[in-house]
């Protein structure tokens, strides 16, 4: 059972794909009903909910203390002798929460997509093929495994968005598929740098990579071969986060998605560009990833004042949530630089703030992006304010809602929760993780994380407003007829909730998990200081 | 302060069971309150300074939440909006102080023990220290509404009175008091000094916004951020001891006037509705008049805390008030100079608490009604509302009398000094960063050092105990004039308030104090606008310029260069260059063919003709 619970957990998706391709085809044969197409849901709420099962199964026998190499669950043979390319796979500290995350979010992404109705097949595959990429990159130890998981969540992402996506789909679509590809060029270039420039016979093993990659002494047009590995990585990964100024993919594209698909962008694929970082980046190249590190906390300031003004400004709710995410991957960014920190407080609160920031941010995005969904989903738009050249100009530049805190009084409460989570409100899990953030920073980079801090307040103001603005003030009769939420809103609403208020009043289970880890990470980096 | 947060919660606890009666939302109302109560006692009990920054916040929510309770009202909306976001300015600074806290030396740690011991015994840079507790003196700008942060405090009455009663006037903005006593070790004089102006500014300039407002709410939230300066000004004089007795002190009194103001407001709301008449605002003061003879409980507890406010002797405001003035007052006689400023401000203040808070009492209770209408429909509250007013009207007195005349004396019978002083003694014993005489303390001699620095309180306990009767005498004397000045504009009618007021408004005084000095415009103007400006424009470069016109036209260019590129691939290479070839080969061929015309002669010619070329060829070689 250990040694093939991640392998389970990656390519059970995948079995999933497969049988609801056999009841389709059973199907077509007329040896099955499949004219109700519930029975695709349901396969990939049970795949989703075993895989989920597996994972806390997973947390429950994770070590934290052990290493991936120690750990029972590491699984490692040769795939392609030839080249040297392993299938190797394995849990350790900074994958654990993430692969929780990740298949948290993809149980209830289920529920979410339940009213789905056009082409369930084929939704439902690509969302459990997306599922097998997302657990494979963030199992992945095999720099080339990695790559290929990395790409084949592209794929059906694609589809997902360019299908199933609100009007401006296409174009939405085509923007994330080729803004990421762009960056996984890069990141292939840094990949065969790495492969052919690491003395001791080319690999692509991350773990070996550790001890070899440090000595590639080399050197390209002049600059030398590691820092133009790290610059080829980095932007690989930064388009992920998205870091600034590579980030006008994502308000789009998480717009134009559906509900399910926003979920899933901002709280799992976002963060696959940071762990690409923690994994990849910070590991291999030390060196470069100090003398790297205050542009690191120059991008993020960057990232949490600019996508927190660009919020303010936004009068569509769910863009404004977009710019949001852009914010809070800031917070990432500022944590991780505080990696340099001679004294070791801050470097540890940094980088352990940094992962949970990571897992925080997934959890109340996935319940902002889930609450705007069962808002839009009765009333068919997402105006805070409709834009002036709205199609109905009686409507232009007037309040898209107004007083709805009175007519849905249980949907008003989790938004409550989840916007004062967002804006880091204490005894709510965002706000450890923003403060460990910026107290990594702050040993680090004081200047900086003081004009950081002002993201406190700039966060606050555009949830603030646009909470007033929807939900205060008289009630607007036109949304007399709107329902409160449903079981099935709730029941993706409330797991989501209760671990934003457990995390913000008890983290300690979180940083258990990634404490050791980060520990390593952070001796491994610290003698290049 | 934890007896004082419990006992004030409980009462209005008791008494909002009747004002809030009949609303919508009732248990919500109650749940807010729990949750203010819970956050509130929790910042009281917290040794860990991020601790009390979590409670802090949590305060800031239940306050957010309490304001704007009655969210259909677009005002009330905006105020907690308002005050959620001035408190987290504040908060900001509060937050870096704890950074800057945290990192001090080489022991990190939140713990306020741990971090004043470290203080004590370590040498730090007294420029770092000083701006660290200027920063966390910020958060309690914010929460005890001082200048500059105060806007959010008088729009926060928007909220249910009995939550106004102990959120914004008895509790809550206390905090911001009870914090900067708690980290008043680490705070270096510089530090002290900037909190002294910064609460004798605040204290002076919203007693002068007080004297215009009409709204009784108004008054009292002024009246508030007036006292509540007086507090913050005594921290930064050092008298500590007497900043925290006109803590307790004042959340007692303006507690029970919020509660009573309260209670003029329910009599006056429930008229109104009888009357059918939804116009009139019922907190005008102007509305009113003559109540004293339909509610004379509210008016009797109302006078008492009055008569506590303005700082007439066997009241508890009094004892507190005198205690500061003599503070500050013994400020000046010790360091002189600019410090004079303090203690105007402070006698100023005080003779105009004690003349806006008679003129809201004869504007109230006495005179006649202005309205016969509204005062026939008008009847005293309820029990359950006038016990909380009686009980706490009279904690204003009995204060005063418990123990011995002055409780902040030394010895048993300074009960107060004793009570407090329990928890409070490291603070005069670990004062270390109080530099009174010298800026380059460090090149002195430890030993010396500390005993030097220790004198600060202790300094300031002497001089105001030296400057006690001198204030005691002033501050009698302005309390007086205040409330004489009050009675002949508003009692007794001699003075013409409107006479005045044109005198006054040749130096636009009026207007300004009409219009709190325009602070809410002002920010408005150069704070907000441009920054939501700000906000759109980096919306549109972020959007329009960036993402559409330069990301977007890389996608441009590669389609362009791919058209491009298709010509040259189609029309050059393909049809040009490679069906080139199959041109020349055919038109070769075209050409070839003839040769083989079935001729013999001709080919026997050409092989001739080769064979000599082939045989010149080979003989050269």
Redesign the interface.
Known sequence: MNSSILSLLIFLPVMGVMGMLIVALLGKQGLMKTENKDVYKYIALAVTGVQMLLAFFLYANFDPTLSVTQSPFTVQFDWIPSFNIEYYIGVDGLSMPMVILAALLSFLCIVISWNVEKHVLGYFSLFLLLDAGMMGVFLSLDFFLFYIFWEVMLLPMYFLIGMWGGPQRHYAAIKFFLYTLFGSVFMLLGMLALYFYAPGGNSFNLIQLITQAPQIDASLWGFDMRFLIWIALFIGFAIKVPVFPFHTWLPLAHVEAPTAISVILAGVLLKMGTYGFLRISYPLLPEEAVNFSFMMALLGVINIIWGALNAIAQIDLKKMIAYSSVSHMGYVLLGMSGIVGTESVGAEAGMNGAVMQMFNHGTITAMLFTLVGVLYDQAHHRWIVYPMDYKDPELAGKLGFGGLASKLPIFNGFIVLAFFAGLGLPALSGFISEAMCFIGGFGSFRVLTIIGTLGILLNAIYFLRAYQRIFLGPFNEKYSDLKDMSFRDMAVIIPLAFLTLLFGVYPQPLLEIMRHSMSKLILLVQPFI | MLLVVSLVSFLVHLYSSEYMRGDSRFSRYYAYLGLFTFSMNGIVLADSI?MI??????VG?SSYLII?FW??K?SA??A??KA??TN??G??GM??GI??I??VG?T?SFNLSDIIEKVKTTEIDSTYLTVAGILLFMGAVGKSAQLPLHIWLPDAMAGPTPASAMIHAATMVAAGVYLTIRIFPILTFDALTYIAFTGALTALFAAIIAITQNDIKKVLAYSTVSQLGYMVMALGVGAYMAAFFHLVTHAMFKACLFLASGSVIHSMHHSLHEMHDHDTDPQDMRNMGGLKNKMPLTYFGMLITTLAIAGVPFFSGFVSKDAILAGVLGHYFEYGGMTILLPIAGFGAAAITAFYMFRLIFMTFHGKPKNEEIYKHLHESPKVMTIPLIVLSLLSLAIFYTGTINPLSDGSKGWFKKAVGKGYNYVIEVDSHNDVHDSQSDTHNQDEYYKKEITFTEHAYHAAHDAHYTAMYLSLAVAFFGIALSALFYLFKKLNPETFRKTFNIFKLYDLSKNKFYIDEIYSNILYKPF?F???L???I??DY??QTF?DSI?KITLFSSEKSVKVDYNWLDQKVVDGFGKLANYSSLKMKKLQGGVVQAYILGGLVAIILITLIVQQI
């Open positions: 991020t920054y979590i409670f802090w916040e949590l929510l704007g969210f259909e677009t909306a905006s907690s909006k959620f976001l987290r300015v908060d900001i937050f870096i950074m800057m945290y990192f080489d990190h939501m700000w906000s759109y980096c919306s549109k972020d959007w960036y993402d990301i996608g």
